[in-house]
């Protein structure tokens, strides 16, 4: 699982990116607000923890700008000195799903990533089985099947596929996907990314019928979602 973690204290970043990645997850650091926007809008994440105070501006600010322009279901920890009842109940209804008072202590701060991943519905293992509506891919055979049938995929559409579908609901730019599926760093004519998307939707015939569509954000990338009634 991919953790971003907004702390501009750069001892307590260092703590608690040890805690974590030592308990097998990948972390994302941000020391400010407006770095961890530009970090969300490049890569997707499956959990944020947030401070309070930041040198540009506040971890709620950070949190309404996460349920309101990117993932209204991406779990969120605040983590933060701040103890008051009323700083809880504002985090809170902000939209935070858990709220830790610094200082952190390490079993309970893993316990408690892993237990709001539980609740997310989050892996920490690659399951064989991919499955999206109409489309199954079984990652141990490579087998891929579209309402039962076997589709035949390139390799790069494969791992496009399972990269598009794992991370459902979530903006993926055309850098990341760059990253993650040719594994450059560099961008390449972004016509690549985009014919292989095309390509994709049509292979796995990903269309408002199935129930989900994936979605062109101008400028930033691609989002795979379900369609609304």
Not at 39 to 45: A, D, I, N, T, V
Not at 149 to 175: F, H, P, W
């Amino acid at each position: 699982m991919k953790i971003g973690l907004l702390e501009d204290d750069i001892a307590q970043a260092q703590l608690l990116t040890q805690w974590l990645t030592d308990d097998g997850y990948d972390v994302f650091h941000a020391e400010s607000v407006s770095n961890f926007i530009q970090l969300m809008q490049k890569q997707p994440l499956d959990i944020a923890i947030l401070d309070w105070q930041l040198p540009d501006s506040t971890g709620l600010d950070a949190l309404r700008w996460i349920r309101e322009n990117h993932n209204d279901s991406l779990p969120v920890i605040f983590s933060t000195q701040r103890d008051s009842e009323e700083d809880v109940v504002e985090a809170l209804k902000a939209g935070a799903d858990d709220y830790v008072i610094k200082p952190p202590r390490q079993a309970e701060m893993l316990a408690r990533v892993a237990a709001i991943g539980r609740r997310a519905g989050l892996s920490r293992g690659d399951d064989q089985l991919i499955r999206l509506a109409h489309v199954t891919i079984d990652t141990s055979n490579k087998n891929v099947l579209v309402n039962g049938e076997e589709v035949k995929m390139t390799r790069k559409d494969y791992q496009l596929a399972i990269c598009v579908i794992r991370n459902q609901g979530k903006l993926l730019s055309r850098e990341f996907l760059l990253k993650e599926v040719w594994g450059v760093d560099a961008e390449l004519n972004t016509r690549t990314v985009d014919m292989h998307i095309s390509r994709m939707r049509r292979n796995l015939k990903i269309e408002p019928t199935c129930g989900y569509c994936i979605k062109t954000v101008y400028q930033h990338g691609y989002r795979l979602e379900k369609v609304e009634d």
